[in-house]
């Protein structure tokens, strides 16, 4: 059976304002150990730590070059797929899903039609802080995360009251429904289940990617770090769920159930090298994209560097200004069921 093996970075839980931690993704690469055994010999001929670390080997200038071209063969010789994402820019999206799209639909709106819901998060990504008032801006989304978290009525009426310290009238399509206290959104963000935790988008954007890759069944290996109980979790979810349905997402993603996956391990990474390169994959995108962002912890080469994946390795979500690809990409679209259908099938408690 094939396997994929996976590791993830800049997981922070239900916060994705964490200033550190911009980005947040995944790797996936199927691999065998005996060949990924062979790359890091191949790269890292006098390697005397326990196990590879993208962390811990980039620290050194003279590594650089070495963990470049072992990405490079890593991508060319193997089934591999990166996710990334732009916390900040996921959790208005979220704002979005449960403080906005509720009110339209009770008017018979379609708010995910064209994808409609990426437009106005990328707005409000590039323009709210502007627009809104930058502080009141940041108060109201993290009093959003913090009311999806704990989902008390003082939560709830602590982000309302947030809402209408903004100048929501300067962007009423986003922010009229929760100044107003629209009972729908309200309800909406208090659901047992809903989050704003990105596993489950990082989850489902690798898994749409292996099913296509994967020819047969397959099975998914992740280390047992703290971080990935959660991942691990809903992967059992997915495997257990045997209704047959398949929902199209964009252009160039869908989802079909019953999935190809049929069992998922933790692992310790010291005892698995495949582990070990899906470390080293995620770990440099990472870095390559916090250096784009402009952020802490720059590299030389980001564009070299995320330069070495095929169009059909990497996905990233991050804000578009450019609203008629946004459009074009999204059309015709089933979110709208999608999320109601994972809403009802994959949220709640995981334990």
């Given at each position: 059976?094939?396997?994929?093996?996976?590791?993830?970075?800049?997981?922070?839980?239900?916060?994705?304002?964490?200033?550190?931690?911009?980005?947040?993704?995944?790797?996936?690469?199927?691999?065998?150990?005996?060949?990924?055994?062979?790359?890091?010999?191949?790269?890292?001929?006098?390697?005397?730590?326990?196990?590879?670390?993208?962390?811990?080997?980039?620290?050194?200038?003279?590594?650089?070059?070495?963990?470049?071209?072992?990405?490079?063969?890593?991508?060319?010789?193997?089934?591999?797929?990166?996710?990334?994402?732009?916390?900040?820019?996921?959790?208005?999206?979220?704002?979005?899903?449960?403080?906005?799209?509720?009110?339209?639909?009770e008017q018979g709106v379609n708010y995910y039609e064209d994808g409609r819901n990426y437009s106005l998060a990328s707005l409000l990504y590039y323009v709210g802080p502007a627009i809104l008032g930058e502080a009141e801006f940041s108060a109201l989304l993290a009093a959003f995360q913090h009311a999806i978290k704990f989902k008390t009525p003082q939560t709830i009426h602590e982000l309302v009251l947030a809402a209408r310290r903004v100048r929501w009238n300067e962007l009423p399509e986003a922010l009229e429904p929760l100044a107003c206290a629209a009972p729908e959104c309200l309800a909406a963000i208090a659901t047992p289940g809903v989050t704003t935790d990105a596993a489950f988008v990082v989850l489902q954007s690798l898994i749409s990617r292996m099913e296509v890759m994967a020819e047969v069944d397959y099975r998914v290996e992740h280390d047992r770090s703290k971080n990935l109980l959660n991942y691990n979790a809903l992967l059992e979810r997915y495997i257990a769920h045997d209704h047959a349905i398949e929902f199209r997402q964009s252009s160039v993603a869908s989802i079909k159930f019953p999935l190809k996956l049929s069992a998922v391990t933790q692992v310790d990474s010291k005892d698995s090298p495949a582990v070990q390169l899906a470390d080293v994959l995620i770990g440099a995108a990472i870095e390559a994209a916090n250096s784009l962002a402009g952020l802490r912890g720059s590299v030389s080469n980001p564009e070299e560097v995320l330069g070495l994946y095929a169009d059909d390795q990497f996905i990233h979500m991050v804000p578009s200004l450019d609203f008629a690809e946004q459009k074009a990409f999204r059309r015709g679209t089933q979110a709208a069921d999608v999320i109601n259908y994972f809403a009802k099938n994959f949220h709640g408690p995981t334990s």
């Open positions: 059976m094939e396997r994929f093996s996976i590791d993830e970075s800049g997981y922070t839980g239900f916060d994705l304002l964490n200033s550190d931690q911009r980005f947040q993704g995944a790797t996936a690469i199927s691999a065998s150990n005996e060949d990924a055994v062979r790359l890091i010999r191949e790269h890292f001929p006098k390697l005397q730590a326990s196990e590879l670390k993208y962390r811990a080997l980039a620290r050194r200038p003279a590594n650089r070059e070495r963990l470049l071209k072992l990405q490079r063969d890593v991508l060319a010789q193997n089934k591999c797929v990166t996710y990334i994402c732009d916390k900040r820019y996921l959790l208005l999206l979220m704002f979005v899903d449960y403080a906005v799209e509720p009110f339209y639909y």
